[in-house]
């Protein structure tokens, strides 16, 4: 569980290509739309946060594929996703 005010960086796949509209419904949240999925990439501060961004998700209708925290090392500054070894992916 996590602990409130901590942080963890999240990965979130929805199906379905989302447009910049609805950037707004995720605010805080890097977008990347590609292959009919989008993925959300973002640092979420604590399980409410989480459970906004479900909720969300389920109001506009989107099929929540995945949800995954990943290791503080995988978040560069310049908000690139990296694997173990430092490539992105």
Do not use: C, W
């Not at 996590?2 to 979130?12: D, E, K, P, V």
Request: aromatic share 6%; glycine share 14%; no cysteine.
């Amino acid at each position: 569980m996590m602990r409130r005010g901590t942080g963890r960086f999240y990965r979130i796949v929805v199906r379905s290509e989302l447009s910049d509209t609805y950037a707004v419904a995720f605010e805080g949240m890097e977008m990347e739309a590609k292959g009919g999925d989008t993925v959300l990439k973002g640092m979420i501060i604590d399980q409410p946060q989480l459970y906004g961004i479900l909720d969300r998700i389920n109001g506009l209708g989107l099929v929540l594929l995945s949800v995954e925290t990943l290791p503080d090392y995988a978040h560069s500054r310049r908000g690139a996703i990296r694997g173990q070894e430092g490539r992105e992916l």
